[in-house]
């Protein structure tokens, strides 16, 4: 099996940001499909064995807009990867452990379903 990405898929996040800011989705389909397919593994490894999980269906869809937003503040140049606090996820730094990635899951899986 391939294993999930082991760190934030940068070049991934390029691609999703930029292909919602230039209406590129389906233009850009097969390249968008495959950056997505490297967030949802990423965002998967980081839901993977929490304890008390919280269902993708309560929480409220996200825009593309809303994603793209929440993706482009991790490609912030001046952004400084500060280990995570106590009882955030281990080894993840803050910023990316707080991001709603149920969430973001969830509008992976609905944006590749509309790309079929």
């Keep these: 099996m391939t294993p999930y990405p082991d760190s934030l898929p940068l070049d991934a996040i390029n691609v999703i940001v930029n292909d919602i800011k230039n209406n590129a989705i389906v233009a850009d389909r097969a390249n968008f499909a495959k950056a997505v397919w490297e967030l949802e593994g990423y965002g998967l490894k980081l839901g993977l064995g929490d304890p008390a999980p919280v269902g993708l269906q309560a929480a409220p869809p996200l825009s593309n807009e809303e994603v793209a937003s929440h993706l482009e503040s991790l490609l912030n140049p001046?952004?400084?990867?500060?280990?995570?606090?106590?009882?955030?996820?281990?080894?993840?730094?803050?910023?990316?452990?707080?991001?709603?990635?149920?969430?973001?899951?969830?509008?992976?899986?609905?944006?590749v379903a509309s790309l079929l």
């Design 78 to 111: 001046d952004f400084n990867f500060i280990p995570a606090a106590e009882g955030v996820v281990q080894g993840v730094p803050e910023i990316i452990a707080a991001l709603p990635w149920q969430q973001i899951l969830k509008w992976t899986l609905t944006v």
